[in-house]
């Protein structure tokens, strides 16, 4: 298995554009985990979904943050309009629900720097 | 509300020297702990975990972590450090919603070894 496919891995913007991350989960995993990770503020939940249906989004910071999951392969971010406090590594993780292992496997991040 | 206390946010040890990592957390049911590594522009990896049975548990690169109900502590351990273990070191416990479960993650701890 390939793991869990983040895209892009890095991404410069300017203030006020549209940026969209991508994530495709393990296949065969039903929940999927959005994070950011910051020096400033550590390792933050974003928004997670099972089988397709957010089900916390209480760590999406704003209204400028949406998230969606369209099928069970398939997940974005989506930032607009972004700010430079947007700044962060964004990190996809996918795991089996229910599970005996509770083992969530993260992709390999995407880098987002907002000038 | 559960949550999750790494005091040392940096930890600087010799080669071969012994390391401890403490964790602490707060929760007022039962929970399943973890903790994960992340090294140098990676995702976080599983490292080892607590979910019921023996309170010692091992990884397969030398670390082990004791479940200490009393205490509500979690610490990772190694009793001889590598070079190759500088990374930062993320404590978890889970916390279950609906049938699914998060994470709720520590600030983290950078684990710097130096020759």
């Known amino acids: 298995d390939a793991g869990v496919i983040q895209s892009p891995r890095h991404e410069v913007t300017e203030m006020g554009q549209e940026v969209t991350l991508r994530c495709k989960p393990i296949s065969g995993h039903n929940s999927l985990f959005w994070y950011r990770q910051t020096m400033m503020r550590g390792l933050e939940l974003l928004i997670y979904f099972n089988n397709n249906v957010p089900i916390d989004d209480s760590g999406m910071p704003e209204d400028r943050f949406s998230a969606k999951m369209p099928n069970a392969s398939f997940s974005t971010l989506k930032i607009q309009p972004s700010e430079p406090r947007d700044s962060a590594v964004y990190f996809c993780?996918?795991?089996?629900?229910?599970?005996?292992?509770?083992?969530?496997?993260f992709g390999p991040g995407t880098r987002l720097t907002v000038t | 509300a559960q949550s999750v206390t790494q005091l040392d946010s940096q930890v600087p040890v010799f080669e071969e020297a012994p390391v401890e990592l403490r964790c602490n957390y707060s929760s007022s049911v039962s929970v399943y702990l973890f903790w994960y590594v992340q090294y140098p522009n990676q995702g976080l990896q599983l490292l080892l975990k607590?979910?019921?049975?023996?309170?010692l548990v091992e990884s397969i690169n030398g670390f082990e972590a004791e479940f200490n109900k009393s205490q509500t502590s979690f610490h990772l351990r190694k009793p001889s450090v590598h070079i190759s273990d500088t990374a930062e070191y993320f404590c978890a416990v889970t916390l279950t919603t609906s049938g699914t479960y998060k994470y709720i993650f520590g600030t983290g701890t950078r684990l710097k070894v130096l020759a």
């Open positions: 607590y979910l019921s049975g023996s309170t």
């Open positions: 993780a996918s795991t089996s629900t229910p599970t005996s292992s509770y083992e969530q496997y």
